[in-house]
């Protein structure tokens, strides 16, 4: 399967030609799973054969084990057709505010709005590259709330930096010639020395000269050249531009298309903005990327999916 940029599909057109039977996606899967040819998950031996019996899975001939191509990835035992799922991971990957698990089910004919919402909470856990850089050069980072409150919070929201009736969230992100590029989002239990010292170690490269404003707990960092900006009676937004950009589009986002983010799963939710932020440039190529991670993804247990009532 070709892996230039310039043959990804970039229509609806174009995606529906390409990937209209079963087999044409499993063809495009297996290459992402296995770029040099199949390796046995049991034994890691090269040498198998296509089942004739069973749909798309191949039997080692060293050991014995029948593995399809989506064994062992976020589509395990999933009982959706494989187009489905493609055409769930274009949507979720070239719409440039992402789409809903109500718009999803509506666009695919989904029999349920609980399929169409554990189709998107497995694609989410897909849109983080284990092997992905670190941020580097010049990189600026902050912190933001986002309203939140559950019956036990008071009704009024303390103000400053109490994490009272708030989500907290730290970012970051990477300029180069006064342009962002890659951004980073992470939630954080507080805005003291331990929570912001282990985000930016996180995130950011070593040797990289960190922007912020004057808050102390991101004084001291290791490894780090630290530039802080006493922004006094000067707006944020001036000192910091592209955090708080990047903050400011999220907080539209999310109120935009999920009409508020809640706790639960918040975390993925982030990692789904900062995926399409990250490829805000090529949103096309972005499906390739998801779904070359998704067949690398282990599943995630039920539990882990299923949303809290509050």
Not at 44 to 59: H, N, P, S
Not at 110 to 115: E, N
Not at 271 to 284: G, L, S, W, Y
Not at 287 to 293: A, G, N
Request: aromatic share 10%.
């Amino acid at each position: 399967m070709p892996g230039s940029a310039e043959r990804f599909p970039k229509s609806l057109i174009e995606f529906q030609e390409r990937f209209a039977t079963e087999g044409a996606c499993a063809e495009y899967l297996f290459e992402r799973r296995w770029p040099d040819g199949f390796v046995c998950p049991g034994c890691g031996d090269g040498r198998a054969w296509l089942l004739q019996t069973k749909a798309f899975t191949y039997e080692c001939a060293a050991c014995g084990r029948q593995t399809s191509v989506t064994a062992g990835t976020i589509m395990h035992a999933s009982k959706l057709p494989l187009t489905t799922w493609f055409w769930a991971a274009f949507l979720m990957a070239t719409h440039s505010n992402g789409i809903s698990a109500l718009q999803l089910q509506s666009q695919l004919g989904l029999g349920s709005y609980r399929t169409a919402w554990m189709l998107c909470g497995k694609l989410r856990r897909a849109m983080v590259n284990p092997e992905r850089e670190p941020l580097c050069g010049i990189v600026e980072a902050d912190e933001t709330i986002i309203p939140f409150r559950t019956k036990d919070d008071p009704i009024v929201v303390p103000a400053g930096r109490s994490g009272v009736g708030k989500m907290l969230v730290a970012g970051a992100v990477e300029v180069d010639a006064g342009k962002p590029r890659r951004a980073r989002l992470k939630v954080i239990e507080g805005f003291g020395k331990d929570q912001i010292h282990a985000f930016v170690l996180g995130a950011v490269a070593p040797q990289t000269q960190l922007v912020t404003d004057d808050w102390p707990a991101y004084h001291s960092i290791p490894g780090l050249r630290h530039k802080a900006i006493t922004v006094g009676p000067m707006a944020a937004h001036i000192a910091l531009p592209w955090t708080h950009r990047l903050f400011s589009n999220l907080k539209r986002w999310g109120l935009g298309v999920y009409h508020g983010l809640r706790k639960t799963n918040l975390q993925h939710y982030l990692d789904e903005f900062v995926f399409r932020f990250n490829r805000r440039r090529t949103r096309h190529a972005a499906f390739d990327t998801l779904l070359r991670i998704a067949a690398r993804t282990a599943p995630a247990p039920y539990q882990v999916l299923i949303r809290k009532t509050a």
